[in-house]
């Protein structure tokens, strides 16, 4: 059983998140998606665009040519629009279809207000302020907190799991009856949960843990530490999340018996995530 003692990996000599990312740390071979998303976000937003920042494998180094996404996030001086969302989505796809090295593009776009809301603090805020990288405009970081891995930011990240697996099984349920190929919408489907179920997993022992990483296999391994009995379902999730399958089982595993256990033990030890306005 792994104990609290000194800091693990992602903290500073205080016990505080340390950044996990950086420009330097990109891997050569997505400086050029880098720099275009850059240019192409000032084109597309321009003065609307408080700051922009990468999160993800990219800033983290850890990135695989061809597996890997490019993970952007966009503060908006005002609400993001349905425009704005439509703008981002088709930048996506243009980086996505010139750039070889990336396996798609995920944009999240929020206001400057809302990131840096009280509402937030534990929550985007802290996503920001430490698992985010600057790329362009002003560091909202400078206006937030620091942060340790404590029970607060356990329970405002992650302890909204119940509604979350409500909505996946209606997704799940849907997959074969909307567009698109149902077996790629299963797999990103089974991508997404298992990310999701594994990170709560990771966030759920944090505290005691006390310490951060991002890798999802090295946070399910944290896990079973903790729940050596449900372990070995932590690393299918893990393995889920890397290699998705349309494996209907894999689904079932996270929505119908890891992820509902999840969610209690989740509330039991850290409450339920604070309802935001």
């Known amino acids: 059983m792994a104990t609290t003692g000194q800091p693990h990996r992602g903290l500073d000599s205080q016990g505080y998140f340390a950044p996990e990312g950086s420009l330097g740390r990109i891997p050569y071979a997505f400086r050029p998606v880098v720099a275009a998303a850059r240019d192409r976000l000032i084109d597309v937003f321009g003065a609307r665009m408080a700051s922009a920042y990468l999160y993800g494998s990219v800033p983290r180094g850890t990135a695989r040519v061809g597996r890997s996404d490019l993970d952007l996030l966009i503060a908006l001086r005002a609400e993001p629009t349905d425009a704005d969302r ?3 989505r088709a930048l996506g796809e ?3 279809k010139e750039f070889p090295e990336i396996d798609g593009t995920g944009t999240l776009l929020h206001s400057r207000r809302r990131l840096l809301s009280e509402a937030e603090r534990y929550d985007l805020g802290w996503f920001v302020a430490c698992l985010c990288t600057p790329l362009l ?6 206006d937030l907190p620091r942060y340790r891995p404590d029970s607060r930011l356990a329970r405002e990240t992650n302890g909204d799991l119940a509604p979350r697996l409500a909505g996946w099984r209606e997704e799940a349920a849907a997959a074969d009856a909307g567009p698109g190929d149902p077996q790629e919408v299963r797999r990103a489907l089974v991508r997404r949960v298992s990310r999701h179920i594994v990170r709560a997993g990771f966030t759920l022992v944090m505290p005691r843990w006390n310490g ?5 296999a090295e946070q399910a391994q944290v896990f079973g530490e903790y729940y050596p009995e449900r372990a070995a379902q932590m690393r299918t999730a893990a393995g889920a999340a890397y290699e998705p399958t349309d494996d209907p089982a894999v689904l079932r595993l996270c929505l119908d018996d890891l992820g ?4 209690e033990e989740y509330a039991r030890v850290h409450g339920v995530r604070t309802a935001r306005p």
């Open 86 to 88: 439509a703008e981002a």
């Open 212 to 216: 951060w990483t991002s890798d999802l």
């Open 137 to 142: 405009g002003e560091d909202l970081s400078e």
């Open 260 to 263: 509902p256990w999840l969610a």
């Open 94 to 96: 243009a980086l996505d």
